[in-house]
């Protein structure tokens, strides 16, 4: 592979790592972090918002990742609250680490299938 091409991959790597955190904090806001363990319209809300800032890859790519934002959320939001109520705060944070790591993940493949 050469220098051009690892520097695009590179450069593609670091762009979804900050768009993911724009769009799943900056853009989160306060009534959708606290109501989307428990409330399908919150979380739909919030993975419609998260999807938006990747429309810079394409519509495929921004949908194929607000619908997989949707389903690890539905999961893991659930848990983190149930968590958070009994205090189980190695857990909870465990849990959410693990949360970033499936978005993560979701975007770097979908990044190299689509882009």
Not at 18 to 36: C, G, R, T
Not at 77 to 95: I, M, P, V
């Amino acid at each position: 592979m050469n220098k051009r091409k690892k520097l695009k991959i590179m450069t593609g790597v670091l762009i979804v790592v900050w768009l993911h955190f724009l769009a799943d904090f900056v853009l989160q806001n306060d009534k959708m972090a606290l109501n989307k363990s428990k409330s399908n319209m919150w979380l739909g809300l919030h993975a419609f918002i998260y999807m938006l800032p990747f429309l810079l890859f394409g519509w495929k790519f921004a949908l194929i990742n607000g619908v997989l934002h949707f389903i690890v959320d539905y999961m893991t939001s659930r848990g983190t609250s149930k968590l958070w109520a009994a205090e189980e705060r190695h857990w909870f944070f465990t849990l959410i680490g693990f949360d970033q790591a499936v978005h993560l993940t979701c975007l770097f493949v979908t990044l190299n299938y689509m882009v």
